[in-house]
C-alpha cells in the first residue's frame, strides 16, 4: 500500500506506477533530500511539535540512510515513486514508526521546492568555479599573445587587424557577464520553500527561519502558493546555461574555422581531437563540433521548462515533474563542456606567422589610410571614396596598399590628390600592421597597451570572485 493509498480501494497498475514514477532521475537528489528532512526533523524536536528523543532518532536514522546511499548499499523503489516516498519508506524500515512523524507538517511540494533550490544553488557555484577556471585560461594565453596580429572580421571578411590577444579578452568580457548572471540568478535561487505545504501553509508552529538557517538559505518564501508552484528560478538558471553554450559555441566555431587548412591560425592538441576511420590524413575538432552541437540541447531544456509550466494554474500541478530532468540535463551538460573546453583551449598552438600574414591580406590598413588622408585636410566621406579607388586599382595590380609607389597613390588619386601635397613617405608607417594596431589606443581598443591593462582589469575582477568563494 502507498504512503498515501488510505483513500484507494486497490492499487496503482504497474503501468500507471512506471509512468508516474520519478525516481529514476530524481534519485540525485537523494543528499539534498536528506539534509532537508534532518534540518525539518531538529525543527520538529526543538519547538515541541514531536518529541526531541523522536527527532534525535529521526535524524541518527537519516544519516545512516545517507552513508548506505553513498556506499551503494540502497536499492530504490518504483513503486515509492519518488526520492521522498523512498526516503521515507527507507527510514520506517530502519527505524520503525517513529519514522512515520518525520513528515509532519510539509508536503512533498514543498519538499520538492526545497531539494531542487538545494541542487540548483550547489550546481550554480559548480558552474560559476569552472567559469572563472576558463577565465584564468583565458587571461593568461590573453598576456601570452598580446601583442600578435591576426585579422579581425565582420561578416566573415576581413576588416581591421587586431591582436589575438585583445580577440581572447572580448570572449572574456562575455564569460564575466556569465559569471555575473548565475551571482544574480543565485539570488533568487537561495530562497527556502519548507513549511509552504501543498499550498496554503500549515497549522503546525513551525520555525521556518530555523531551517532556512541551518540549510544555509538568506530567505525564506513569502507566499505559499507561490512557493510550491513556480520553477522560474530553474527557468532563469537554464536561461543563463543557455547564454553560456552560446558563448562557448561561438568560440567553437571559431576554432573550428581556425583549425581548418584555410585558415591554419591553431593546431589542434592529439589529446583534444581525432581522427578519421577512412581518411588516414584527418584530424578532426570533434570537441569544439560536439559543444556547439550540445548548445541546442540546452537551448531544449529551456524551452522545455518554459512550455511546461506556461499554462499551469496554481498551484503545484504533476505536470512540474518534468522540470528535474531538464534542469539536471541542462547543468551537466554545461559543466561537462566547460570541463572539456578548458584543457581544449589551453593545449591550442597558436600559429603567429600564419595569423600575422592573414592580418596583411585584405587590406585590413584600408581604414586607417583614409584617416591619414583625413589628416591631410580630405573630409573623411571624400576620403573613403579614395581609398576604395586605391583598393580597387591594387585588385586589378595584384598589389597591397603597402606596395603602391608615391607615384601611383597620387595618380590613382586624380584630381583630389592634387590636395594632397603632403603625401609622402610617412604613409608606409601609417600602413604598417603594428602601428595599424597600435594606435587603436582607446579604452577598449585592440592596442597591446589596452590588452594590458585590460588584463589587469579582469585579474581584479578574478580576484573578486575568487575571494567571495
Not at 7 to 36: C, E, N, P, V
Not at 99 to 118: E, P
Not at 350 to 376: I, Q
Amino acid at each position: 500500500m502507498k504512503l498515501w493509498g488510505g483513500r484507494f480501494q486497490k492499487d496503482t497498475a504497474q503501468l500507471m506506477d512506471d509512468f508516474h514514477s520519478s525516481i529514476s532521475f530524481d534519485q540525485r537528489l537523494y543528499r539534498y533530500d536528506i539534509l532537508g528532512s534532518i534540518a525539518h526533523a531538529r525543527m520538529l524536536g526543538k519547538t515541541g511539535i514531536i518529541k526531541q528523543e523522536e527527532a534525535e532518532q529521526i535524524i541518527k536514522g537519516l544519516q545512516e540512510l545517507l552513508d548506505e546511499i553513498e556506499a551503494g548499499q540502497v536499492q530504490f523503489s518504483v513503486e515509492a515513486e519518488d526520492i521522498h516516498m523512498n526516503m521515507e519508506t527507507l527510514l520506517i524500515e530502519k527505524i520503525g514508526p517513529v519514522g512515520k512523524k518525520m513528515h509532519t507538517g510539509r508536503s512533498r511540494n514543498d519538499q520538492v521546492a526545497l531539494d531542487t533550490r538545494m541542487y540548483a544553488k550547489e550546481q550554480l557555484l559548480r558552474t560559476k568555479e569552472l567559469l572563472l577556471e576558463l577565465l584564468q585560461t583565458l587571461v593568461r594565453l590573453a598576456e601570452k599573445y598580446a601583442e600578435t596580429i591576426m585579422p579581425g572580421y565582420t561578416h566573415l571578411q576581413i576588416a581591421q587587424p587586431i591582436t589575438l590577444g585583445h580577440h581572447l579578452l572580448a570572449y572574456v568580457e562575455m564569460f564575466k557577464r556569465d559569471v555575473e548572471r548565475l551571482e544574480d540568478c543565485g539570488k533568487r535561487v537561495d530562497v527556502m520553500p519548507l513549511g509552504s505545504g501543498a499550498l496554503a501553509g500549515t497549522t503546525y508552529p513551525l520555525d521556518r527561519f530555523m531551517v532556512a538557517q541551518e540549510l544555509g538559505f538568506t530567505k525564506v518564501s513569502e507566499n505559499s502558493m507561490d512557493s510550491v508552484s513556480d520553477r522560474d528560478y530553474v527557468i532563469e538558471l537554464l536561461g543563463s546555461l543557455s547564454i553560456i553554450m552560446m558563448h562557448l559555441s561561438r568560440f567553437c566555431e571559431e576554432i573550428i574555422f581556425w583549425a581548418s587548412q584555410e585558415w591554419a591560425f591553431v593546431e589542434l592538441d592529439d589529446a583534444y581531437s581525432t581522427g578519421s576511420s577512412i581518411m588516414p590524413q584527418k584530424k578532426n575538432p570533434d570537441v569544439a563540433e560536439l559543444i556547439r552541437g550540445k548548445t541546442g540541447r540546452v537551448y531544449g531544456d529551456l524551452i522545455t521548462l518554459l512550455t511546461v509550466m506556461k499554462g499551469i494554474p496554481l498551484a503545484y500541478n504533476k505536470d512540474m515533474q518534468e522540470d528535474k530532468e531538464a534542469l539536471f540535463d541542462g547543468v551537466e551538460t554545461v559543466q561537462k563542456c566547460l570541463l572539456i573546453f578548458i584543457p581544449l583551449l589551453a593545449t591550442l598552438t597558436f600559429r603567429e606567422e600564419r595569423m600575422r600574414e592573414a592580418a596583411g591580406k585584405g587590406f585590413s590598413n584600408a581604414t586607417d589610410l583614409a584617416d591619414y588622408f583625413v589628416s591631410k585636410g580630405i573630409s573623411f566621406r571624400d576620403a573613403h571614396h579614395l581609398v576604395g579607388n586605391l583598393v580597387n586599382y591594387c585588385i586589378r595590380q595584384g598589389k597591397t596598399l603597402e606596395d603602391l609607389t608615391l607615384e601611383e597613390f597620387r595618380r590613382e588619386c586624380g584630381e583630389s590628390g592634387d590636395k594632397l601635397p603632403e603625401l609622402d613617405e610617412d604613409v608606409y608607417a601609417v600602413l604598417e600592421l603594428e602601428n595599424v594596431v597600435r594606435r587603436r589606443h582607446t579604452y577598449g581598443g585592440t592596442s597591446p597597451e589596452q590588452v594590458k591593462e585590460a588584463i589587469k582589469r579582469v585579474k581584479e575582477f578574478l580576484a573578486e570572485k575568487q575571494g567571495k568563494e
